[in-house]
């Protein structure tokens, strides 16, 4: 197909400085500048453009705002190991997948590869893909079953991820248990035109269509058709980048399973109003996320009469999601709305130059996953304890907040925690590592000693 039906096909939406350089290009640039046009739904790109789709009122909502009825750390010791029964019964019988989102880089960290290559162990340097992984060995071990395990990369992230598990074995994890996919991208927009940018004469300027892109690429990848196939009923969700995460908890599966919820999402308490988490609230009856940025203060400094925050709950992007749920969203291309974000896009301009803008020129659009929660018929919502299972990796050594220094510490002292369960004693000094492989939970250490014992000396249990 040549220019002249390109420009034509564009010509309604506007958008025919496309293929203005179609002259110039290669065979190969052409091919691969078609593949990009035919890719995209102008109709909807221009709705979006226009701001004609469906605009949410934040600051409504936000005083409509409740705390979502949820299961809070002190559920009841009943109610816990009834939940972790049902959980752990699910995973052994083979109805559980994990999802592991590792779709960004490792840019604020000053990392130049995908985040999950990060070395965060605090003593033996594994990656954070490896920290996934083993845990989720460690379930595999512990519950005798085989655990898919599903990671959705981005196109910055997705070749270097899928060599990084060719070079390493797949990280000890049998190849028939790993299945690799991409995310989507949106093109990005000229904020005063609506025109759709070029990255170069031969390339759409785009960027990934967010985690809540997850659903149209595993039905597009047929990873939801896998999960029919192996008899997965239910999908375990984390990002690679908070390593306390516990591969397919089976506490938090278990309330999931116990509610008949579609999906769960873990929560801790938020430390102060304005913490930089999503904010888990019920508006009229159906559970969602209002994000930090977007929360009036006046709604996020709200106090209960005990002083505490009415609004306690932040997300911590973990969830548990029923694939039948999943499926049903999948099928409904408007399940999920785009949120759209100012940004600052270099692009090529009608002269061929590259313009390299200082500040906000275009729109993006992303989805999040978390707008699947008022979707569901049921939502639950399950305290966790953020020293347990929250210490995210974002920033350099040296910010204020989710560094790598705050994350070794804080697993090193979770496994402290763990070893003073079972009657080991560390000194405050002493850098603790535990595999899951040695052991996957506290339970676990707990039996691996009969006796009282103090250790002064940094220790790798693997």
Aim: glycine fraction near 6%; charged fraction near 25%; aromatic fraction near 8%.
């Amino acid at each position: 197909m040549d220019k002249q039906h390109y420009s034509s096909m564009l010509k309604p939406y506007k958008q025919q400085h496309l293929v203005q350089f179609w002259d110039e290009l290669s065979d190969e640039d052409r091919s691969a500048l078609r593949a990009q046009i035919d890719s995209i739904d102008f109709q909807r790109l221009s709705e979006l453009a226009s701001k004609k789709s469906q605009q949410i009122d934040i600051v409504e909502l936000a005083k409509r705002a409740v705390p979502p009825k949820a299961i809070r750390l002190n559920c009841g010791e009943e109610q816990t190991k009834a939940a972790r029964a049902s959980g752990e019964k699910a995973i052994r019988d083979g109805r559980v997948g994990m999802v592991l989102v590792a779709g960004g880089q490792g840019t604020r960290l000053g990392f130049d590869l995908p985040k999950g290559m990060f070395p965060i162990g605090p003593l033996s340097q594994r990656t954070l893909f490896q920290m996934h992984v083993d845990s989720l060995r460690g379930a595999m071990k512990k519950f005798q079953c085989e655990i898919p395990l599903f990671i959705m990369t981005s196109p910055a992230t997705d070749q270097d991820t899928r060599d990084y598990f060719a070079q390493n074995n797949n990280l000890g994890l049998p190849a028939h248990l790993i299945y690799i996919f991409q995310q989507g991208v949106m093109p990005a927009v000229d904020a005063m035109s609506g025109k759709v940018l070029l990255e170069s004469k031969s390339q759409i300027a785009v960027s990934p269509d967010g985690h809540g892109g997850i659903v149209e690429a595993m039905k597009k990848n047929g990873i939801l058709t896998a999960c029919q196939a192996k008899g997965i009923e239910h999908l375990f969700y984390a990002q690679v980048d908070n390593p306390l995460v516990t591969a397919c908890d089976p506490l938090l599966i278990g309330h999931h399973l116990i509610s008949e919820s579609q999906m769960t999402t873990q929560v801790v308490k938020k430390r102060f109003a304005k913490e930089k988490v999503g904010n888990v609230v019920a508006i009229d009856g159906k559970t969602q996320i209002i994000e930090y940025s977007d929360l009036p203060d006046e709604a996020a400094e709200r106090r209960n009469s005990d002083g505490s925050l009415a609004l306690w709950a932040g997300n911590i992007a973990v969830h548990v999601i029923s694939c039948a749920f999943l499926q049903n969203c999948s099928e409904d291309s408007n399940s999920l709305p785009f949120h759209i974000a100012h940004k600052t896009v270099p692009y090529v301009n009608e002269s061929g130059d590259r313009v390299k803008p200082t500040q906000p020129n275009a729109f993006k659009f992303e989805k999040f996953v978390f707008d699947l929660l008022p979707k569901a018929s049921v939502a639950l919502v399950v305290e966790g304890d953020a020293a347990e299972v929250f210490a995210p990796v974002k920033n350099s050594d040296g910010a204020a907040t989710d560094t790598p220094a705050f994350c070794r510490t804080s697993l090193s002292q979770r496994f402290k925690r763990w070893l003073a369960a079972a009657n080991v004693e560390t000194d405050e000094s002493t850098i603790v590592e535990i595999h899951p492989l040695w052991a996957f939970d506290v339970e676990d250490v707990k039996s691996k000693f009969s006796s009282p014992l103090k250790i002064n000396v940094d220790t790798y249990f693997a």
